[in-house]
């Protein structure tokens, strides 16, 4: 009786260990159960503790961040040239800069033959002649006041009738050789020039190895600033007579002809037949010549004038010259005709001298008087006329 109830004791016992157990599992989770039938076979060396498993701690999420707005990158503005606010030039009427109105002006000869194009720089020029030479080819008379240019030409020879042109307007002559005829004008004719084939080549030009002489000989501004200063000329100009007035307001020439373009055949040779066509929008009559845009190599520009004046003037080869060398009377009198804002006009002119300058009037005698602009003035073969084409 004894036994059984020893026996009794100890299993209540045991039940009772069995059952705290489980209450203390209880209290720590669901992962530190005992497996009570490895406990039931009564071992301490069979018990396994499950180790709870760690909690994964997550990051939040990133938050985006705002995207930042980049402001457009603004193009640099250009810098434009300020435009001329000084007096008004008297070679072309429009405004210039301060400093360029009473300075003279220099004249370039300028090799007009196909072979020598493009021309640099001569659209820099306020006024260019055009004028027949041997062979009944042309060559231009460019003249610069207020001008930075860069590269002028190709340069060429002396004429001695174009030094009538250049003393008229008191202008420093520039030239790279001369006729036997310039040779002896330059003796008679007191004139400023700049000269090439001499000492002063390596200040005066410069060559472009791209060309072929003749044509290959080139001036600047600043070439032309330091010959001014080698030879000690005076640079301010003392004329108080211009060549050209200029009206303050439009000319019409409303009772004047038509004329929207004029072809000039000065010889009927190389091509020679300069045309000029008349654009209603800008009031300019723009260049043509070997049957295409007469243009400006250093800008791609075309050559643009709002005046013309054709110099009707006797004209003739000179007996016996073996290179076939012309001569004309520059000093004399005759008839041409004035063309702006697509109108035409008859004209007069006449020069005294070789230093006094070329007056033009309309047929009512009054002197005539331009538009403000640029000029291009043709002195054409008197006995050429019938070949202008007028349209």
């Not at 016992?13 to 992962?31: E, M, T």
């Not at 090439?196 to 072929?212: A, H, K, M, P």
């Not at 044509?215 to 001014?228: E, N, Q």
């Amino acid at each position: 009786m004894y036994k059984i109830m020893k026996n009794e004791i100890v299993k209540l016992s045991f039940l009772i260990i069995i059952i705290g157990i489980l209450i203390l599992s209880g209290l720590k989770g669901d992962d530190n159960i005992l497996d009570t039938d490895e406990i039931a076979d009564g071992g301490d060396d069979d018990i396994i503790v499950i180790e709870p498993k760690p909690e994964l701690k997550l990051e939040p999420e990133p938050k985006p961040e705002p995207e930042v707005e980049l402001e457009p990158e603004l193009e640099p503005e250009l810098e434009l040239e300020p435009e001329p606010i000084g007096p008004n030039s008297r070679l072309t009427g429009l405004p210039i800069h301060k400093e360029a109105y009473d300075l003279r002006p220099i004249g370039v000869m300028i090799s007009n033959i196909e072979t020598a194009l493009p021309q640099y720089g001569i659209s820099d020029a306020d006024i260019i002649y055009e004028v027949m030479v041997e062979g009944g080819i042309t060559r231009l008379f460019a003249l610069f006041q207020d001008f930075n240019t860069d590269k002028i030409g190709p340069i060429r020879s002396s004429r001695h009738y174009f030094l009538d042109l250049a003393l008229e307007h008191d202008a420093i002559y520039t030239h790279v050789g001369q006729s036997v005829y310039a040779t002896a004008a330059f003796k008679t004719l007191d004139i400023d020039r700049f000269y090439g084939i001499s000492y002063l080549d390596l200040i005066l030009t410069f060559q472009d190895e791209d060309r072929r002489p003749p044509h290959s000989t080139f001036t600047s501004y600043d070439h032309l600033i330091a010959t001014w200063d080698e030879l000690k000329y005076d640079k301010e100009s003392n004329y108080d007579n211009p060549k050209f007035n200029f009206s303050d307001e439009p000319i019409l020439l409303a009772e004047g002809t038509d004329l929207t373009s004029i072809k000039l055949d000065y010889s009927g040779m190389y091509r020679t037949n300069p045309k000029l066509v008349y654009n209603d929008e800008d009031g300019l009559y723009y260049r043509f010549q070997f049957e295409t845009e007469h243009i400006d190599g250093a800008n791609n520009e075309q050559l643009a004038f709002k005046n013309i004046i054709v110099q009707y003037t006797t004209t003739w080869w000179i007996k016996d010259d073996p290179n076939g060398c012309i001569d004309m009377n520059l000093v004399s009198s005759g008839e041409g005709m004035y063309i702006t804002n697509g109108k035409m006009v008859p004209i007069t002119w006449s020069k005294d001298d070789h230093y006094a300058i070329t007056e033009y009037f309309l047929e009512n005698g009054s002197k005539l008087v331009l538009n403000p602009g640029k000029i291009m003035v043709s002195i054409y073969p008197k006995h050429n006329v019938e070949n202008i084409i007028m349209e």
